[in-house]
């Protein structure tokens, strides 16, 4: 099991430096450093939303009526369950896939925590502008359909970064992409399948993949 272990890790590392080589413009190390300490962040923090969601939603009342107190404090309270929980779970799959690629950004997927941490004032989300099915379902469902894009196709990540290194002559860089972007697919997509109904940061950390979908990279190349 030990070897096995060493085995791995020696193959990430290699894996890592390899891909950094031939992607200078991204900063791989960086993004999986902020990845994984926002993660840590949000994780052991993830509890105070409750609290502070409460609190917001006595200072702005109901749908943002000052006057109705009761109606934004028990408003308040179940948008900082729903806060606690996407926060913190948010923080947790970052942990776990910090060394993984993600998405370029989270526009239009997934409801947008207010702000980038628990503590902070940010923006509140209207769910109702400019109706509830745009403002929210849309996005709910957004992130459902990523994460199953995701989760079920990430394998081809495989041979379409391997058909897009032969054909830029770096077969052996299509190789380590192309298990990279799989399986960091596969954790993206139960990240967004774990959570499509919870609040997510609005941004992600990690290095972008080169293609929005799993199989973009082999229906292009096939294409050409």
């Not at 830029?168 to 192309?178: A, P």
């Amino acid at each position: 099991m030990r070897k096995i272990l060493i085995c791995v890790l020696a193959a990430f590392v290699f894996l890592t430096f390899t891909v950094t080589a031939h992607a200078a413009s991204d900063n791989v190390f960086s993004g999986m450093g902020n990845k994984l300490w926002r993660g840590i962040v949000n994780t052991t923090t993830g509890w105070i939303e409750f609290p502070a969601q409460t609190m917001k939603g006595y200072k702005n009342g109901y749908l943002g009526n000052p006057n109705h107190k009761v109606g934004g404090v028990l408003l308040g309270m179940v948008t900082g369950v729903f806060h606690t929980a996407g926060r913190t779970l948010s923080g947790m799959f970052e942990i776990a896939g910090f060394w993984a690629a993600d998405h370029e950004d989270n526009d239009g997927v997934g409801l947008p925590l207010d702000a980038e941490y628990a503590w902070e004032e940010g923006t509140p989300y209207d769910h109702f502008s400019p109706n509830f099915e745009k403002a929210t379902l849309g996005p709910m469902s957004n992130k459902l359909m990523r994460g199953l894009g995701d989760g079920l196709g990430g394998f081809i990540e495989f041979p379409g970064q391997i058909m897009k290194g032969v054909k830029n002559k770096s077969w052996d860089i299509g190789i380590f992409k192309g298990l990279w972007y799989w399986y960091s697919r596969e954790i993206d997509g139960i990240s967004d399948l774990c959570t499509f109904p919870l609040p997510n940061p609005q941004d992600t950390k990690g290095a972008a993949f080169d293609e929005k979908w799993p199989w973009s990279a082999f229906s292009d190349t096939m294409k050409k």
